[in-house]
């Protein structure tokens, strides 16, 4: 989720420097829609776009792990 915030739209491919599987991407990005964190979205006009976005559901989560994180190190 960091990196789709870091970038706004991102595409499947500009995910693809994260040290996972394909395979274990795909369901994290699959669990993240489900959990209403991540949009996926595909323009089909002359050229096919495709891309994620993180909603505000996810921007405030990662506002929480992050006010957690730093609770965590003091």
């Known amino acids: 989720m960091e ?3 870091r970038t ?16 274990t991407l795909n369901a994290r990005l699959l669990e993240l829609m489900d959990f209403g964190l991540v949009n996926h979205y ?6 096919r776009k495709e891309w994620y976005e993180i909603t505000e559901k996810g921007k405030t989560v990662l506002e ?9 190190e003091k």
Request: aromatic share 2%; hydrophobic share 40%; glycine share 2%.
């Open 64 to 72: 929480i792990l992050e006010q957690l994180a730093q609770l965590i």
């Open 42 to 47: 595909v323009d089909k006009k002359a050229v």
């Open 3 to 5: 990196t789709i915030n």
């Open 8 to 23: 706004g739209k991102t595409q499947y491919k500009d995910l693809s420097p994260i040290k996972i599987s394909v395979s």
